[in-house]
């Protein structure tokens, strides 16, 4: 009863516990010798973990890779990581598409099952004493054996994979950190580019070249012409010692079983480019042609906006024995510094501006400052039964939220979007908005406080305040606090001030004067003052009219304004509007109120 896989695997020791026993003496011929020797030792239970994975981000997580690889009908399965940045707590890990953890003894994809079944009926076609039987069944367990192990690996800390342009956060942290490029320097694209030392003319994604673009600009358009020269002017030993410091030389140390740590290229490739040319530092430079994991990467860049410290990522918080005490805790592990908090701080203000700017938008969440990098890479060493390279891509997003503090980041990853779905196939077109929405359901639900611009505003979600028995004053000014610039009790404040309108022309001015001060706690904008003020004046109570004008926040220009209006207002005699109409008007919106508020 050992574990086989992931935490059981890696914490087997802690969880399996010790059998019970008992030790007697026997005679030469194994026969009891009663009453002589016999001691009993007692069976002790194992440990149990507590893990960082949050079931509620998980289940978030995995409903949008879901929906993601229903939409672009992804063929090969999709993985997700939630880490924390300052801690390296994992909130998170998704792996979907390979195989239903319900039944996983079954293989999932059709194709490999489909092989497998011929498989078995070759086997039992031949003759069942045959020394060919008995090789053909060992040959078919064996491959069943090793289907099941890849569909149950963990892609997300075992299989390497290209993170194309997600990886350009890392070469300009490193640029900037090392002072080879400035946030003043430019970089001009004209679509494609012949450099020294690399015999494949590098194109850019844009065809048309991005022109004349700042250190800045390159990142939001992911110029991969512009990140080439960045490379080159940081230099190969500079590139690979800032890569290696960070971690993706190396596991990341995680708890968990199985993992791997990618294929970087040899140092001489990089660094001798006399002899090696330079073509691996400039693929390089953009996350080409070399493999990481997905953790790997969210750890590295989790370094570039936390300050520059490289977390060692964990997912057990403590080991607790079988009465419950804590026998481990975990607690965050700073490995080492990789950049300085000067560079860590620039690079914040540049990631957000690739969601705000750049190839990320659809990246955004209403309330939220997101910043984050997209990424498409080819699969480079896939191959067809014909020995052709597979067309197939990877198109992945990573993530960090809030920009100003961060504190979670999301990578998220689709493998081989379908071509037939008429969606352009793209890390910023695909992944952004998967990220996005992982973001969407999970940020709020972790707490972390959203603040909304005027843009973003239709998108704002509230949790109202208690504001049962407080003034409406009171309860106004509690609101505007946590940022809400509309109160609306029931009604609009359109609807307050037509109904207080139309009391107003029924001359019933009391009731008039009720409506139009509810119209004005639903509105900020003190122009919509006059009706309520106006309500004072048409009834001749100046000093209420005064003392209520000293009620309002508001400045004395702004008053000294409506008191000309009011003026102006006042010597209009004429009632535009005949009595039966306000009746009319009176009874539609009176049944309106009562129907807002339940009344």
Not at 18 to 40: F, P
Not at 500 to 514: R, T, V
Request: charge should be negative; include cysteine.
């Amino acid at each position: 009863n050992n574990g086989s896989e992931g935490l059981e695997a890696y914490y087997n020791e802690e969880l399996s516990g010790t059998a019970g026993k008992v030790v007697t003496s026997k005679g030469n011929y194994g026969s009891e010798m009663l009453y002589t020797y016999e001691k009993y030792y007692d069976a002790s239970d194992g440990c149990s973990l507590v893990t960082t994975i949050d079931a509620t981000v998980q289940a978030y997580v995995e409903k949008n890779l879901q929906n993601a690889i229903d939409k672009y009908d992804i063929k090969n399965g999709a993985f997700c990581i939630v880490m924390d940045v300052n801690t390296g707590e994992i909130k998170a890990m998704a792996t979907l598409g390979s195989y239903d953890p319900n039944n996983y003894l079954e293989i999932y994809d059709d194709a490999a099952a489909a092989l497998l079944e011929n498989e078995r009926d070759a086997a039992l076609s031949l003759p069942e004493t045959s020394d060919a039987y008995k090789a053909a069944i060992d040959q078919y367990k064996n491959d069943v054996a090793a289907a099941r192990m890849a569909q149950w690996r963990n892609r997300c800390v075992s299989d390497g994979y290209e993170p194309g342009s997600t990886f350009k956060l890392i070469t300009l942290a490193s640029a900037l950190d090392s002072g080879a490029v400035t946030l003043n320097d430019s970089f001009y694209c004209g679509g494609q580019e012949k450099f020294s030392g690399r015999e494949q003319i590098l194109n850019c994604w844009k065809s048309a070249g991005h022109g004349a673009q700042s250190t800045a600009q390159a990142l939001g358009n992911s110029c991969n012409i512009a990140f080439a020269h960045i490379a080159l002017k940081l230099g190969g030993e500079r590139f690979y010692e800032y890569v290696k410091n960070f971690g993706v030389l190396e596991k990341t140390g995680i708890d968990l079983a199985g993992e791997s740590k990618g294929v970087f290229f040899d140092k001489a490739l990089v660094t001798d480019t006399d002899k090696w040319g330079t073509a691996s530092l400039t693929s390089g430079s953009f996350g080409q042609t070399f493999k990481i994991t997905p953790l790997q990467l969210v750890r590295a860049i989790s370094s570039v906006v936390n300050g520059g410290q490289l977390m060692e990522p964990y997912i057990v918080s403590e080991i607790l024995d079988a009465d419950g005490s804590t026998v481990m805790k975990a607690e965050p592990t700073v490995v080492r510094r990789t950049i300085s908090k000067e560079t860590s701080d620039t690079m914040r203000t540049l990631i957000e501006s690739v969601v705000t700017e750049g190839t990320a938008k659809n990246a955004k969440v209403a309330g939220f400052s997101i910043g984050g990098k997209t990424g498409t890479s080819e699969k480079i060493d896939v191959f067809d039964e014909n020995g052709q390279r597979v067309q197939d891509k990877i198109v992945s997003f990573v993530g960090i939220a809030p920009m100003d503090d961060p504190e979670y980041i999301i990578l998220a990853a689709l493998d081989t979007p379908s071509r037939t779905t008429g969606i352009y196939i793209s890390g910023g077109v695909m992944a952004a908005p998967t990220v996005g929405a992982v973001m969407a359901d999970v940020l709020p639900y972790l707490g972390v406080k959203q603040s909304f611009s005027e843009d973003d505003i239709a998108g704002k979600q509230i949790v109202m305040e208690d504001l049962t028995g407080m003034t409406a004053k009171d309860a106004q000014t509690l609101l505007k606090k946590e940022g809400l610039e509309q109160i609306r009790p029931g009604l609009t404040m359109s609807v307050w001030h037509n109904l207080g309108c139309a009391y107003s022309y029924l001359f019933q001015m009391e009731k008039a004067m009720e409506c139009f001060w509810e119209a004005f706690l639903t509105q900020s904008n003190p122009k919509e003052l006059v009706c309520y003020l106006l309500a004072y004046r048409s009834v001749k109570k100046p000093q209420e009219y005064e003392n209520r004008l000293k009620e309002l926040n508001v400045s004395d220009e702004v008053k000294d304004t409506l008191k000309k209006a009011l003026d102006e207002f006042a010597q209009k005699k004429e009632v535009s509007i005949r009595p039966g109409k306000a009746d009319e008007m009176l009874e539609k919106l009176t049944g309106e109120y009562h129907r807002s508020t339940g009344s």
